[in-house]
């Protein structure tokens, strides 16, 4: 016989706007009208801030945090942690880099964001080395927007590539066995009219800064590619541009940088649902999508994006819960998503999950033959 529905909670985390605990509270609000479900409760996140702390969280018992002091974007020493988990029957440990952490924004004053031209990612670079000390043969660097703008030279750098990068093919050989993978929030390229530097203009930098920016990281990509020449592509017989992959302008380079060193790029949304096993609970299931706020942007990147997509694959239905909700029903519906939900009055996300509770998994029926 089947068993009872099911329902999969799965909270935007991205930014700290959701608290820990959240999905679990939304579970338990649902679960509260709907006792007859099954009701599971996860958190994805969009690779920037806040990143490794979510990964620790969910991984539980086995995690390891490992407080590090690694140069900022400006030079100056900053905290970080590693977050370390060895997981039963694999080998070696995967640590996980939140890069806001070492280089985020925050870190450097107004005046320098205007032209972080001389920002670097060097402290990401010793990151990664430090990681490896710790046993990891795999590293997840999450990226999101960051104060540093030098191409990942500077990762390329403290990793032994010169001042020049002529050693960087020897870099690159020295991290063949070591697994990497970048988890952005974004896919832009390093170059071109959406590449790293057409971005700052959100940040409100000066359209000349952001050219002399684009035109320096494109000497840098032509170093690159005299020392690392690009492979060709077998249909069209012509070079593939790592400076145009998707992921290489994440935090103003260092995607490009651990590209270079072999990682395999994806979003951090996407590349949660699998590291956290909630892919695999989709089908057959209600998913419940819970942010901060259902917006503009929300439908088309992010955790509520790519985990609705994720659903839409194996034709799970979709609802979001969201404190505020600006969209409407046509704007989702190219996500699979059948409706969107705010809080009433005083409601919070748990009494919001229990109303909507009652609209999408009603009490089953009485038996034909029950007594009345």
Known sequence: MPGPPRVVVVTDRSGDRLPPGAAEDVARGWARTAPHVR???HAGHDGGAGFGELVAERCGTDTATHPVVVP?????PVPAVITLVRRDGTSGATAYLDTAQIAGR??????LLADPGELSSAGVGRALLLARELGAQR???GVGPLACHDGGAG???ALGAGDDLADLPAVRRDWADT???VASTTEASLLGFHGASATLAEHGVDPQVTQRLESRLGELTDRV?????PQRDLLTGLPRRPERVAGAGAGGGVGYAVQLLGARTDTGARFLLDELGIRDRLPGALLVLVTDVYDYTSVHEGVVADTARAALDVAAPTVVLGREV????REGMSLGVSGSYAPRGTEDLADLAARVARTWTPPPPPPPHAPR
């Open 326 to 329: 600006s969209v409407g029903r």
């Open 39 to 41: 009701v599971e409760a």
């Open 225 to 229: 590619n005299a020392l690392l020449p």
């Open 72 to 76: 900022g974007p400006t030079g100056r």
């Open 155 to 157: 990762l390329l750098r």
């Open 179 to 181: 697994q990497l993978v």
């Open 139 to 141: 590293v997840v660097v």
């Open 106 to 111: 925050h870190l450097a004053d107004p005046g």
